[in-house]
């Protein structure tokens, strides 16, 4: 996987759609999941099925950034346009939804501007974009040379994946004197303030990198055990973590737990080399385009199907309940999202 084997930057391809769509969908079965994700017994059949189907989805946002990553970083897009259009469109977006997640929950005007600036819990993502955004001209810079991005990304595997990691595992299944010893050495890495390549920075020149790059048969299959291994490793440690403190966390399904990263990369390399031509491309396109509102209300829909049908992931056995929410949820929301691309000026800025 050297240099030599970057392919030249290329106008944006179909099999970007079909994994935006994907990831959409991904992150709707996400928050399907995690509707009783707490407060069911960790050691009955419900929490393991949310666990088994939660395990495989939560790679859906750092594919969501990966996706961009390679649209952003493939083209010139001058600053001015970065601002007037991309960080304006999710600036408008994220404070129109938040007041409109804020009303159904806010008791008075002042819970109302509150709720507004703090957003519902889906909403981190278009701050967090806005930032990827602001710094494009300075990724930019470093995907001048691809020695730059490699170098970059074997930082970011080291402090922002690896590391953490090692962490968590020591402090979950370690005996204390280790889990000491790894806490002091975290400590110190901690005193490095290597943010530069924390955060999600990696995904985003890593779709870029991903993108370019021209992998072999045998590289793909390794990469897609990898994948599978991330899974099978995800499922296991939410498990065995949630089983000891008798109580689910979420730590094992964070987006920078290196098996998500490795789940991350093989769905990408599998579209990318799997999802190609023109067949179903103007159907893909139609649903792209409607998965960024689709994303925004999906929240609103789960919460009212509960609320108002008491359709819900303990409804009946969660490997089916999960399934029909998720498909009911997924519908309605693109079915919502292409409702409200009829009308010009939301379909410019809010959704």
């Known amino acids: 996987m050297s240099a030599e084997k970057l392919r030249p ?3 944006r391809t179909a099999y970007f759609d079909w994994l935006r769509v994907a990831a959409a969908l991904a992150v709707m079965m996400i928050h399907v999941c995690a509707q009783h994700w707490y ?3 960790v050691n009955g059949a419900a929490w393991r099925s949310f666990d088994v189907i939660d395990s495989l989805a939560s790679c859906a946002v750092p594919i969501f950034v990966m996706i961009s990553g390679a649209l952003f970083l493939n083209r010139e897009i001058p600053l001015s346009k970065l601002l007037s259009k991309y960080c304006l469109r999710m600036l408008a977006a994220y404070f129109f939804w938040s007041l409109i997640y804020a009303l159904f929950e806010a008791k008075s005007p002042a819970a109302a501007l509150a709720l507004t600036l703090r957003g519902r819990y889906h909403m981190w993502f278009l701050p967090m974009i806005i930032g990827l955004y602001l710094c494009v001209p300075l990724f930019r810079a470093l995907t001048e040379e691809e020695g730059r991005v490699r170098y970059f990304l074997l930082l970011a595997g080291i402090f922002a994946f690896l590391i953490p990691w090692l962490f968590n595992l020591s402090k979950d299944f370690a005996p204390p004197r280790i889990g000491r010893l790894v806490g002091d050495a975290y400590s110190f890495v901690n005193k490095m303030k290597l943010q530069f390549v924390l955060g999600y920075t990696a995904f985003f020149l890593g779709g870029w ?9 045998k590289q793909r299959g390794w990469i897609y055990v990898l994948g599978l291994l991330g899974w099978a490793c995800t499922i296991f440690l939410n498990a065995a973590s949630a089983r000891k403190t008798g109580r689910a966390n979420t730590k094992y399904v964070e987006n920078f737990a290196p098996a998500m990263l490795a789940e991350a ?3 990408f390399t599998w579209f990318k080399y799997h999802i190609s031509g023109e067949k179903g491309s103007a159907f ?6 409607y998965s960024f509102g689709a994303y925004l209300v999906h929240i609103l829909v789960l919460d009212r199907l509960d609320e ?12 089916l309940s999960v399934p029909a929410v998720w498909a009911a ?16 000026l939301v379909k410019k800025y809010l959704v």
């Open 329 to 344: 949820v997924a519908v309605l929301s693109f079915g919502i999202s292409a409702i409200l691309h009829q009308i010009p």
């Open 209 to 217: 990198y991903l993108d370019r790059l021209s992998l072999s048969r």
């Open 284 to 289: 893909a396109a139609r649903l792209a385009r």
């Open 9 to 11: 930057q290329t106008e």
């Open 39 to 41: 407060d069911t017994d």
């Open 265 to 267: 990369v093989a769905v």
């Open 308 to 319: 108002w049908l008491g359709l819900n992931t303990l409804r009946f056995h969660p490997f």
